[in-house]
């Protein structure tokens, strides 16, 4: 074998595993801010003094890991089209990565406002900040993070799904059960936090897969 053809085989071997450890540290980094953020956010979020200082800044520095899982989930989302190949559709492969795409960038978007906000609130106290706002502020993060990015997170893994499903290149089990997550993320009303766990517990469970299926390097 000719050394282009093994370093093509060595790629071909590696890609999936680093696609899997940026899968891995999405959902780490991602689930974690989300946790942090549930935790930090007090029980009447629409009064400003309901906030502490130690609240403030543990959302804080959930908010600024989210930039960090969003990198490592668009390294992911490369992993998947790569591992699809040439038996990638391209309708259901431009949903997918349209999808990802609009999911980080709401996520940032989000994410950006609420830290600004927090920021405000932490050099200056509630009383610089005036009440429209804050209200203002808490209402655009709260939809564009809790509702909208849900739903592109669904369709992501709803037309990822059916690609595994047309292609087989990874189970018939984890095709249907990406159906039914997606299913839930897409027709629940609620803006709870938790439910936006689904998306990184999911991913984590592909990357693991992936992960095991890859520990032996294919024979040359």
Same mark, same amino acid.
């Given at each position: 074998? @000719? @050394?282009?053809?093994?370093?093509? %085989?060595?790629?071909?071997?590696?890609?999936?595993? $680093?696609?899997?450890?940026?899968?891995?540290?999405?959902?780490?980094?991602f689930?974690?801010?989300?946790?942090?953020?549930?935790?930090?956010?007090?029980?009447? &979020?629409?009064? +400003?003094?309901?906030?502490?200082?130690?609240?403030?800044?543990?959302?804080?520095?959930?908010?600024?890991?989210?930039?960090? %899982? /969003?990198?490592?989930? *668009?390294?992911?989302?490369?992993? +998947?089209?790569?591992?699809?190949?040439?038996?990638?559709?391209?309708?259901?492969?431009?949903?997918?990565? /349209?999808?990802? =795409?609009?999911?980080? &960038?709401?996520?940032?978007? &989000?994410?950006a406002?609420?830290?600004?906000?927090?920021?405000?609130?932490?050099? /200056?106290?509630?009383?610089?900040?005036?009440?429209?706002?804050?209200?203002?502020?808490? &209402?655009?993060?709260?939809? %564009?993070?809790?509702?909208?990015?849900?739903?592109?997170?669904?369709?992501?893994? *709803?037309?990822?799904?059916t690609?595994?499903?047309?292609?087989r290149?990874?189970?018939?089990?984890?095709?249907? =059960?990406?159906?039914?997550?997606?299913?839930? +993320?897409?027709?629940?009303?609620?803006?709870?936090?938790?439910?936006? =766990?689904?998306?990184? $517990?999911?991913?984590?469970?592909?990357?693991?897969?992936?992960?095991?299926?890859?520990?032996?390097?294919?024979?040359?």
């Amino acid at each position: 074998m @000719t @050394t282009a053809a093994i370093h093509k %085989a060595a790629q071909a071997v590696t890609a999936p595993r $680093a696609g899997a450890v940026a899968g891995i540290l999405f959902a780490a980094l991602f689930g974690l801010s989300v946790v942090l953020i549930r935790l930090s956010v007090p029980a009447n &979020s629409a009064d +400003m003094s309901a906030w502490t200082g130690s609240t403030l800044s543990r959302a804080s520095l959930a908010l600024r890991l989210i930039p960090f %899982a /969003g990198i490592f989930f *668009l390294w992911f989302v490369g992993v +998947m089209r790569d591992r699809l190949g040439a038996a990638e559709d391209r309708l259901f492969a431009t949903v997918t990565l /349209g999808s990802g =795409l609009v999911f980080v &960038s709401l996520t940032l978007a &989000s994410c950006a406002i609420a830290a600004g906000l927090l920021d405000s609130l932490l050099s /200056g106290g509630s009383q610089t900040l005036p009440l429209g706002v804050y209200q203002f502020a808490r &209402s655009v993060t709260g939809l %564009a993070f809790n509702t909208f990015a849900v739903k592109m997170a669904s369709v992501f893994m *709803l037309s990822l799904g059916t690609l595994w499903r047309s292609t087989r290149v990874m189970p018939p089990l984890l095709s249907y =059960l990406t159906y039914l997550l997606a299913l839930v +993320m897409l027709v629940a009303f609620s803006r709870s936090l938790w439910l936006l =766990l689904i998306f990184p $517990a999911w991913v984590l469970l592909i990357s693991v897969y992936i992960l095991i299926t890859n520990l032996r390097p294919k024979e040359l």
